[in-house]
Structure formats: structure tokens, C-alpha cells
């Protein structure tokens, strides 16, 4: 049985940091392909970033490019979400995804489909 769980949300005041972790357990996961996306109240998903498998290679949106940074550690099967200078409107639920569709654009893309695994997501929220 997969299971995906993130961590790491909370509040935090507009500028500042946080740093989401997802473990993920039953599959192969350093042949999946890994990525983070988000859902704020009354609006689409979004995705944010997504990571390859063998040779990492990394795509962001422009709305997060410059702030946001996915990491992976394929031996511990742990995926990582450095966010910086975070804004008012990144409030919202944030979900790991396993097994997307990086394209590399433009624009760069993230895309889940029937066979993604989804955690349950961990809630940020940023003050202003």
C-alpha cells in the first residue's frame, strides 16, 4: 500500500520561510517522478514544483521560480519544499504528489494524473 505524508506547515508572516518534508513509503521511489502542489480555498490546484528521478532536473511556475526550491533524498524517500519570501497568497493547502509529468514548457509544468499518489496535505498559512 503507498502511503504519502507530508509536514512542515504552520503559520508563518509574509517574508518568511518554511520548509515542507513528504515521506513516502510502498513504491519504488527513486524511479518516480515527485512534486508539490497547492490548493488554496474556493481555487484550482496549482501545481508547484516538480523533480525527475534518476538525474534530478527541476521545474517551477513563474509564480514560485526564484523562491521556492524541490529537493529529494532518494534514500530516505523524503521530498522536500524550501519556500522563501512567502506571500499572503500562498495561503492554502500544500500536497506532495508521486508519479506526475515534469514538462519542461514554456511555460515549465507539473501535472498529476489517475495514477498519482496524493497525501493528505499539510496547511500553510501566511499572515500579512
Known amino acids: 500500500q503507498v502511503q504519502v505524508g507530508e509536514s512542515g506547515g504552520g503559520l508563518v508572516q509574509a517574508g518568511g520561510s518554511l520548509r515542507l518534508s513528504c515521506t513516502v513509503s510502498?513504491?519504488?521511489?527513486?524511479?518516480?517522478?515527485m512534486a508539490w502542489f497547492r490548493q488554496a480555498p474556493g481555487k484550482d490546484r496549482e501545481g508547484l514544483s516538480c523533480i525527475t528521478a534518476s538525474v534530478p532536473t527541476t521545474y517551477y511556475p513563474d509564480s514560485v521560480k526564484g523562491r521556492f526550491a524541490i529537493a529529494r533524498d532518494n534514500a530516505k524517500k523524503k521530498l522536500y519544499l524550501q519556500m522563501n519570501s512567502l506571500k499572503p497568497e500562498g495561503t492554502a493547502m500544500y500536497y506532495c504528489a508521486a508519479s506526475v509529468a515534469c514538462g519542461s514548457g514554456p511555460p515549465p509544468s507539473v501535472t498529476s494524473h489517475a495514477g498519482t499518489y496524493w497525501g493528505q496535505g499539510t496547511q500553510v498559512t501566511v499572515s500579512s
Open positions: 510502498g513504491l519504488t521511489f527513486d524511479v518516480y517522478y
